[in-house]
Protein backbone atom coordinates (compact mmCIF):
# COMPACT_ATOMS: atom_id res chain seq x y z
CA UNK A 1 0.00 0.00 0.00
CA UNK A 2 1.55 2.85 -0.98
CA UNK A 3 2.28 6.16 1.65
CA UNK A 4 -0.34 8.41 -0.04
CA UNK A 5 -2.66 6.05 0.28
CA UNK A 6 -1.93 5.09 4.00
CA UNK A 7 -2.19 9.12 5.12
CA UNK A 8 -5.28 8.89 2.81
CA UNK A 9 -7.14 6.22 4.31
CA UNK A 10 -6.36 7.94 7.79
CA UNK A 11 -8.61 11.01 6.99
CA UNK A 12 -11.15 8.39 6.68
CA UNK A 13 -10.64 6.32 9.84
CA UNK A 14 -10.77 7.31 13.60
CA UNK A 15 -7.68 6.75 15.63
CA UNK A 16 -8.38 7.42 19.14
CA UNK A 17 -5.86 10.42 20.23
CA UNK A 18 -2.93 10.00 22.81
CA UNK A 19 -2.79 5.92 22.60
CA UNK A 20 -1.08 3.47 20.53
CA UNK A 21 -2.30 3.71 16.50
CA UNK A 22 -2.70 0.36 16.91
CA UNK A 23 -5.51 0.06 19.44
CA UNK A 24 -9.10 0.83 18.38
CA UNK A 25 -10.62 3.88 19.57
CA UNK A 26 -13.55 2.98 21.78
CA UNK A 27 -14.78 6.51 21.29
CA UNK A 28 -16.77 7.81 18.61
CA UNK A 29 -15.88 11.72 18.25
CA UNK A 30 -18.41 13.67 17.30
CA UNK A 31 -19.07 14.41 13.23
CA UNK A 32 -16.06 11.53 12.30
CA UNK A 33 -16.70 8.85 10.48
CA UNK A 34 -17.18 5.22 11.67
CA UNK A 35 -14.90 3.05 10.27
CA UNK A 36 -11.57 2.34 11.94
CA UNK A 37 -8.57 1.07 10.62
CA UNK A 38 -6.32 -1.15 13.24
CA UNK A 39 -2.61 -2.00 11.42
CA UNK A 40 -3.73 -3.82 7.81
CA UNK A 41 -6.91 -5.00 9.64
CA UNK A 42 -9.88 -3.41 8.50
CA UNK A 43 -13.07 -3.62 10.92
CA UNK A 44 -16.15 -3.76 9.59
CA UNK A 45 -19.17 -1.53 10.30
CA UNK A 46 -22.83 -2.11 9.46
CA UNK A 47 -24.16 0.16 6.18
CA UNK A 48 -27.65 -0.52 5.26
CA UNK A 49 -27.40 -4.33 3.82
CA UNK A 50 -23.92 -5.10 4.08
CA UNK A 51 -20.65 -3.61 5.72
CA UNK A 52 -17.66 -1.65 4.54
CA UNK A 53 -14.81 -3.77 3.27
CA UNK A 54 -11.00 -2.98 3.61
CA UNK A 55 -10.76 -4.23 0.30
CA UNK A 56 -13.27 -2.17 -1.64
CA UNK A 57 -12.32 0.54 0.34
CA UNK A 58 -8.76 0.25 -0.58
CA UNK A 59 -10.20 0.58 -4.46
CA UNK A 60 -11.88 3.67 -3.56
CA UNK A 61 -9.25 5.25 -1.74
CA UNK A 62 -6.74 4.49 -5.09
CA UNK A 63 -9.26 5.90 -7.01
CA UNK A 64 -8.98 9.35 -5.05
CA UNK A 65 -4.99 9.15 -5.11
CA UNK A 66 -5.54 9.08 -9.23
CA UNK A 67 -8.27 11.68 -9.37
CA UNK A 68 -5.58 13.57 -6.62
CA UNK A 69 -6.26 17.84 -8.20
CA UNK A 70 -2.52 19.43 -7.89
CA UNK A 71 -2.63 22.36 -5.51
CA UNK A 72 -4.34 22.40 -2.06
CA UNK A 73 -8.03 21.39 -1.90
CA UNK A 74 -9.75 19.25 0.33
CA UNK A 75 -7.56 16.06 0.77
CA UNK A 76 -4.55 18.58 2.05
CA UNK A 77 -7.76 20.28 4.34
CA UNK A 78 -8.20 17.19 5.98
CA UNK A 79 -5.07 15.78 6.32
CA UNK A 80 -4.14 19.34 7.71
CA UNK A 81 -7.47 18.60 10.16
CA UNK A 82 -6.17 15.48 11.08
CA UNK A 83 -2.98 16.67 11.89
CA UNK A 84 -4.10 19.43 14.09
CA UNK A 85 -6.24 16.51 15.86
CA UNK A 86 -3.04 15.53 17.62
CA UNK A 87 -3.65 19.57 19.70
CA UNK A 88 -5.75 20.14 22.70
CA UNK A 89 -8.55 22.09 20.34
CA UNK A 90 -11.66 21.50 19.54
CA UNK A 91 -13.30 20.67 15.98
CA UNK A 92 -14.55 24.20 15.40
CA UNK A 93 -10.96 25.71 16.16
CA UNK A 94 -9.28 22.60 14.10
CA UNK A 95 -11.44 23.70 11.21
CA UNK A 96 -10.68 27.38 11.60
CA UNK A 97 -6.97 26.70 11.90
CA UNK A 98 -6.89 24.90 8.55
CA UNK A 99 -8.54 26.90 7.16
CA UNK A 100 -6.21 30.12 8.09
CA UNK A 101 -3.39 28.06 6.42
CA UNK A 102 -5.50 27.43 3.25
CA UNK A 103 -6.15 30.88 2.97
CA UNK A 104 -2.75 31.90 2.71
CA UNK A 105 -2.22 29.73 -0.25
CA UNK A 106 -5.62 31.86 -1.63
CA UNK A 107 -8.22 28.91 -1.11
CA UNK A 108 -11.55 29.66 -0.48
CA UNK A 109 -14.38 27.76 1.56
CA UNK A 110 -15.98 27.75 -1.95
CA UNK A 111 -13.01 26.00 -3.25
CA UNK A 112 -12.76 23.58 -0.48
CA UNK A 113 -16.22 22.39 -1.19
CA UNK A 114 -16.34 22.58 -4.64
CA UNK A 115 -13.20 19.99 -4.40
CA UNK A 116 -15.29 17.59 -1.82
CA UNK A 117 -17.85 17.54 -4.37
CA UNK A 118 -15.24 16.48 -7.01
CA UNK A 119 -13.99 13.47 -5.36
CA UNK A 120 -17.59 12.74 -4.34
CA UNK A 121 -18.21 12.53 -8.10
CA UNK A 122 -15.33 10.19 -8.67
CA UNK A 123 -16.52 7.93 -6.09
CA UNK A 124 -19.80 7.58 -7.86
CA UNK A 125 -18.00 7.17 -11.27
CA UNK A 126 -16.65 3.95 -9.11
CA UNK A 127 -20.06 2.96 -7.72
CA UNK A 128 -21.44 3.21 -11.61
CA UNK A 129 -17.71 0.77 -13.16
CA UNK A 130 -18.79 -1.43 -9.91
CA UNK A 131 -22.75 -1.87 -10.56
CA UNK A 132 -21.62 -2.12 -14.31
CA UNK A 133 -19.21 -5.31 -13.21
CA UNK A 134 -21.71 -6.67 -10.80
CA UNK A 135 -24.49 -6.86 -13.59
CA UNK A 136 -21.73 -8.60 -15.78
CA UNK A 137 -21.17 -11.32 -12.95
CA UNK A 138 -24.64 -11.73 -12.42
CA UNK A 139 -25.60 -12.50 -15.99
CA UNK A 140 -22.54 -15.02 -16.17
CA UNK A 141 -23.05 -16.12 -12.91
CA UNK A 142 -26.26 -16.13 -11.52
CA UNK A 143 -27.89 -15.84 -15.07
CA UNK A 144 -26.45 -19.27 -15.96
CA UNK A 145 -26.94 -21.02 -12.94
CA UNK A 146 -30.63 -19.99 -12.74
CA UNK A 147 -31.47 -21.49 -16.33
CA UNK A 148 -29.14 -24.31 -15.59
CA UNK A 149 -31.69 -24.78 -12.75
CA UNK A 150 -34.44 -23.94 -15.05
CA UNK A 151 -33.33 -26.62 -17.07
CA UNK A 152 -32.96 -28.98 -14.45
CA UNK A 153 -36.59 -28.40 -13.25
CA UNK A 154 -37.98 -29.05 -16.73
CA UNK A 155 -36.01 -32.36 -16.47
CA UNK A 156 -37.51 -33.15 -13.47
CA UNK A 157 -41.28 -32.37 -14.44
CA UNK A 158 -40.88 -34.42 -18.10
CA UNK A 159 -39.20 -37.36 -15.90
CA UNK A 160 -41.91 -37.57 -13.12
CA UNK A 161 -44.55 -37.80 -16.28
CA UNK A 162 -43.03 -40.49 -17.94
CA UNK A 163 -42.82 -41.74 -14.11
CA UNK A 164 -46.35 -41.33 -13.97
CA UNK A 165 -47.21 -43.07 -17.48
CA UNK A 166 -44.99 -45.57 -16.64
CA UNK A 167 -46.91 -46.40 -13.82
CA UNK A 168 -49.96 -46.30 -15.83
CA UNK A 169 -48.67 -48.56 -17.77
CA UNK A 170 -47.48 -50.94 -15.70
CA UNK A 171 -50.96 -51.10 -13.49
CA UNK A 172 -52.05 -51.46 -16.98
CA UNK A 173 -49.86 -54.54 -17.39
CA UNK A 174 -50.86 -55.84 -14.19
CA UNK A 175 -54.67 -55.96 -14.88
CA UNK A 176 -54.29 -57.85 -17.68
CA UNK A 177 -51.96 -60.31 -16.25
CA UNK A 178 -54.78 -60.65 -13.94
CA UNK A 179 -57.85 -60.94 -16.22
CA UNK A 180 -55.33 -63.58 -18.44
CA UNK A 181 -54.72 -65.28 -14.98
CA UNK A 182 -58.28 -65.61 -14.57
CA UNK A 183 -58.51 -66.62 -17.94
CA UNK A 184 -56.08 -69.41 -17.70
CA UNK A 185 -57.51 -70.45 -14.49
CA UNK A 186 -60.95 -70.65 -16.48
CA UNK A 187 -59.68 -73.12 -19.36
CA UNK A 188 -58.33 -74.89 -16.89
CA UNK A 189 -61.38 -75.94 -15.33
CA UNK A 190 -62.82 -76.06 -19.13
CA UNK A 191 -59.79 -78.66 -20.12
CA UNK A 192 -60.28 -80.45 -16.84
CA UNK A 193 -64.22 -81.10 -17.02
CA UNK A 194 -63.94 -81.63 -20.61
CA UNK A 195 -60.92 -84.81 -20.39
CA UNK A 196 -63.02 -85.46 -17.49
CA UNK A 197 -66.33 -85.97 -19.22
CA UNK A 198 -64.68 -87.26 -22.13
CA UNK A 199 -62.74 -90.52 -20.00
CA UNK A 200 -66.45 -91.06 -18.19
CA UNK A 201 -67.74 -91.04 -22.09
CA UNK A 202 -64.80 -93.32 -23.16
CA UNK A 203 -65.41 -95.84 -20.14
CA UNK A 204 -69.29 -96.09 -20.20
CA UNK A 205 -68.95 -97.16 -24.03
CA UNK A 206 -66.05 -99.33 -23.17
CA UNK A 207 -67.75 -100.96 -20.82
CA UNK A 208 -70.63 -101.44 -22.53
CA UNK A 209 -68.73 -103.34 -25.18
CA UNK A 210 -67.13 -105.73 -22.49
CA UNK A 211 -70.45 -106.48 -21.20
CA UNK A 212 -72.13 -106.95 -25.02
CA UNK A 213 -68.64 -109.09 -25.84
CA UNK A 214 -69.26 -111.17 -22.69
CA UNK A 215 -73.46 -111.54 -23.57
CA UNK A 216 -72.47 -112.64 -27.02
CA UNK A 217 -69.95 -115.51 -25.14
CA UNK A 218 -72.99 -116.30 -22.85
CA UNK A 219 -75.79 -116.69 -25.24
CA UNK A 220 -73.79 -117.76 -29.02
CA UNK A 221 -71.97 -120.64 -27.69
Do not use: C, W
Not at 14 to 25: A, H, I
Amino acid sequence: MSKFIKNLKSLFVVEEEGTNKNTPSKTKPKEQPKTKIQKTSFIPTVAMNGKTDEKFMNILLQALEKANQPGYDYLEFMNAIKSLGKMNMDEATRFKSAYTLAQTMGVTPDQLEKSAAYYIEVLKKEEAKFQNALVHQQQNNIGARTEAIKTNQKAIEEKQKHIINLQKEIENHQKEIKKLQSEVETAKSKVSTTNANFIASYQFLVNKIKEDIAKMRQHLK
